[in-house]
């Protein structure tokens, strides 16, 4: 059986709560540039049937929790947390480093760019492996893999939106995150 995995960023999000925890708000300030809300996306405007919800914490320990169920039933098998750059980024960014923690599973982190992307849905992506307990992740942009094709290049400062995704299989979402940063020179 063909699975089809389609993202159409365009009609699909549901904005988070407003009231989003500190670390949500460094996520979308420290690393996307600027006051922005993360969105979540999932397949079920195609009709999947994959979920996922955001939880976030204002404790001492503050992370992103993102909780749901990824499935190909219905074609579908996709879900994702990202938030849109609000200016460009700056040359010397790297890559990304953030702490995460979970339930044993692999999960990607997405980049898309702005412009034109041939189908609209394309992306980079890398995909990281967490475990249950906190590991610190340095992914370096230079180590994502092309998903489609766009016409602008892969440089930070085409960057329209950062996303940490549950993708093309079935399973549980369960993943934490903390302390999402840029890496610079």
């Not at 988070?16 to 670390?23: C, I, V």
């Not at 085409?158 to 890496?183: Q, T």
Request: aromatic share 14%; glycine share 8%; charged share 25%.
């Amino acid at each position: 059986m063909k699975k089809i995995y389609i993202v159409f960023l365009l009609s699909m999000f549901i904005n988070s709560d407003e009231e989003n925890s500190a670390q949500c708000n460094l996520y979308t300030d420290n690393v996307m540039g600027g006051k922005s809300t993360l969105k979540i996306y999932t397949d079920g405007v195609m009709g999947g049937k994959s979920t996922l919800e955001e939880n976030s914490t204002s404790s001492s320990d503050e992370y992103i929790h993102l909780i749901g169920k990824v499935t190909t039933e219905n074609n579908g098998g996709f879900v994702r947390m990202g938030c849109q750059s609000q200016k460009k980024l700056s040359k010397s960014a790297k890559g990304l480093k953030f702490m995460a923690k979970g339930n044993n599973e692999a999960y990607e982190i997405h980049i898309t760019l702005s412009g034109m992307k041939l189908p609209p849905w394309s992306f980079f992506r890398k995909e990281f492996k967490v475990n249950e307990e906190w590991q610190e992740f340095f992914i370096e942009f230079n180590d994502f893999e092309k998903y489609g094709y766009s016409l602008k290049s892969f440089k930070p400062q085409n960057f329209r939106e950062i996303a940490f995704a549950g993708y093309g299989r079935d399973f549980k979402v369960d993943l934490f995150l903390k302390d999402i940063e840029l890496i610079t020179e």
